[in-house]
Nanobody
Framework: QVQLVESGGGLVQPGGSLRLSCAAS????????MGWNRQAPGKQREWVAS???????DYADSVKGRFTISRDNAKNTVYLQMNSLKPEDTAVYYC?????WGQGTQVTVSS
């Protein structure tokens, strides 16, 4: 089982940006796809973005045009660049690779 560790979360004002990182303990090329989900307080976990082994990306409608997922196979790391952040983006963000999940990183968007 590959360990996934997220980082980069924090407190940011509306309209600001953050970049989340997900570092894997093993090679990420072994995953068919990697992605990010998030869970806001009192809500179910929801899918945010995915990237396949070949680099194809997909996004939830709520983040399309604002978030960008990318991967660096040499560093075994997946990123989520988040721009134009809104208060409703506040959540714990989880990285996953196939069925492996990280522990999450908190993102809070507030003035």
């Amino acid at each position: 089982q590959v360990q996934l560790v997220e980082s980069g979360g924090g407190l940011v004002q509306p309209g600001g940006s953050l970049r989340l990182s997900c570092a894997a303990s093993g090679s990420i090329v072994n995953f068919n796809a990697m992605g990010w989900n998030r869970q806001a307080p009192g809500k179910q976990r929801e899918w945010v973005a995915s990237i396949t082994r070949r680099g194809s990306t997909d996004y939830a409608d709520s983040v399309k045009g604002r978030f960008t997922i990318s991967r660096d196979n040499a560093k075994n790391t997946v990123y989520l660049q988040m721009n134009s952040l809104k208060p409703e983006d506040t959540a714990v963000y989880y990285c996953h690779g196939d069925t492996d999940w990280g522990q999450g990183t908190q993102v809070t968007v507030s003035s």
